[in-house]
């Protein structure tokens, strides 16, 4: 039984080391998503992302902001991944509260 609680708690700290990895990621991306408008048939980008109840436009310029779109990209994929590992440390919360039982 020793070997399972070691197991889980060395489980837990690589989760939680993993989640503050993730969550420092993401809070030097950009939120949001890049909204292309056609203004007398020309292309105008804009970084629309939410402050609150408000929605932001950003204007970026007339060049698609591809390093932008990679980053946003970047971004939502790292989100996936802390919610499974979230799921996971959750999951391993309820296996040690059943132990303790």
């Not at 949001?32 to 609150?52: D, N």
């Not at 698609?64 to 499974?84: H, V």
């Amino acid at each position: 039984m020793k070997v399972l609680k070691n197991i889980l708690k060395e489980s837990k700290e690589y989760y939680l080391e993993l989640k503050k990895k993730i969550e420092r990621k993401i809070k030097n991306l950009p939120k949001g998503s890049v909204k292309e408008r056609r203004i007398c048939g020309k292309k105008y980008y804009y970084l629309q992302y939410r402050k609150g109840k408000k929605v932001i436009h950003k204007y970026l310029g007339k060049n698609k902001p591809e390093d932008l779109i990679r980053q946003i990209k970047e971004r939502k994929i790292l989100l996936n991944e802390l919610k499974k590992v979230n799921e996971a440390i959750e999951l391993i919360n309820r296996t040690e509260k059943r132990k303790r039982r």
